[in-house]
């Protein structure tokens, strides 16, 4: 990585580089590592101000203006939705906290990554660390392949979580594999062994959102690659089809959870999603703020969006999807600018499982997640900001 140019302590520039790398890699883990990292680092990068000046933090706030103008104007809409329908402490207490936790969190990351202090290398090796500890202590069970007996559920006891770390874990492999910062041999024996770990864990999971968005985001990275590593992908390919083929048809879990994928079968979310649509009709403008648990619980006990997208019209209406298009597009057109094109195709394969199992507004592994992967898809790897 590049050092920096300005006249930093090298000790607050560790420091900071620490922090950065033990939040991320603490993602997969629990709300206290998270946030105990989230508070560290902020006072890191105010102390760094001495020597940055507010004038640097503005040319990196200008760098992504649009983006922040998507996060001030989702700020905003939060504030309007709950106080036109009189939300719950509940719902207040979520907008609260996305400003500092989420939008404040891509402006330190940006900053920190255009002042070349951190660099994407940095964070995807953070993800990679922290997501094969999350699945390390379950090799036993992948070995004897009894991790196939019953969906696993992870550290998190929740299949649907454990599918979509392992859906993060089953790319950033790829980014292993290609490169180009490691000896071949130690490329793709990480690439095998974290590839394989997170392959196994994400058809164990048996969810089904994180197979599409794993299916769909793995093709689309090697048929980019095929022109200039053919032989490469087509192994990654074939390796990938035998396991995946082996798996779904010898172990009924997982054979089960293709056949409710094949015939379409959505375990209640179509009923969700047709009572969320009826409830957005009721108020399409706004919304009806950020607390809606109790008017979407059916008779399944299920009071979950389960789809990001549903999750924006039901509690800011149409005025908040325009926000967060806002902001989606802004950071892909920035991203393509910059060529940042992994990055880009991480969001996008959130996006897809975030349209089954998620929320916009209050999940914390999903947004903190995201907004780190637009800071990394938003900076300028060629000139240092400010």
Not at 134 to 155: A, E, W
Not at 311 to 327: D, E, K, Q
Not at 342 to 369: E, K, N, T
Request: hydrophobic share 55%; glycine share 6%.
């Amino acid at each position: 990585m590049k050092k920096p140019t300005l006249i930093i302590p090298p000790n607050l520039i560790r420091a900071i580089q620490f922090l950065a790398f033990a939040l991320t890699a603490s993602l997969p883990f629990d709300n206290a590592l998270f946030h105990f990292f989230s508070l560290l680092l902020l006072l890191a990068f105010c102390a760094s101000l001495r020597w940055m000046g507010m004038e640097r933090v503005r040319s990196a706030i200008d760098h992504a203006k649009w983006v922040h103008v998507s996060f001030a104007a989702i700020w905003a809409i939060m504030l309007i939705s709950n106080a036109i329908n009189a939300q719950s402490d509940e719902a207040w207490r979520t907008m609260y906290q996305f400003g500092p936790r989420y939008w404040l969190l891509f402006a330190v990351f940006s900053c920190l990554l255009g002042w070349r202090i951190i660099s994407e290398k940095t964070l995807f090796v953070a993800a990679i660390a922290g997501l094969s500890l999350h699945f390390i202590p379950y090799i036993p069970d992948m070995l004897d392949l009894s991790i196939f007996d019953t969906r696993f559920k992870g550290m998190d006891r929740n299949p649907n979580t454990a599918g979509f770390k392992a859906a993060g874990l089953a790319m950033l492999s790829l980014y292993l594999a290609f490169s180009q910062n490691l000896t071949p041999r130690l490329r793709y024996l990480l690439a095998i062994g974290v590839g394989s770990m997170a392959l196994i864990s994400l058809l164990a999971s048996g969810n089904r959102g994180s197979w599409v968005a794993v299916f769909v985001s793995s093709g689309i990275f090697l048929a980019a690659m095929l022109p200039k590593h053919p032989k490469k992908i087509i192994v990654i390919t074939m390796s990938l089809s035998v396991v995946g083929g082996l798996v779904l048809t010898q172990f009924s879990g997982p054979a089960q959870r293709l056949a409710l994928l094949v015939d379409g079968n959505s375990s209640y979310r179509f009923d969700i999603w047709k009572n969320a649509w009826n409830l957005f009709l009721q108020k399409p403008i706004f919304g009806h703020g950020l607390d809606v648990r109790e008017a979407l619980l059916t008779r399944k006990h299920i009071y979950h969006e389960h789809n990001i997208i549903i999750s924006v019209l039901i509690t800011m209406g149409i005025v908040g999807l325009i926000a967060y298009s806002t902001m989606l597009v802004s950071i892909a057109r920035l991203a393509i600018k910059y060529r940042n094109y992994f990055p880009l195709l991480l969001i996008f394969m959130m996006m897809i499982v975030g349209m089954f199992a998620y929320d916009f507004y209050r999940s914390q592994l999903f947004l903190a997640h995201f907004v780190i992967l637009a800071a990394v898809a938003t900076h300028h790897r060629n000139s240092e900001l400010g």
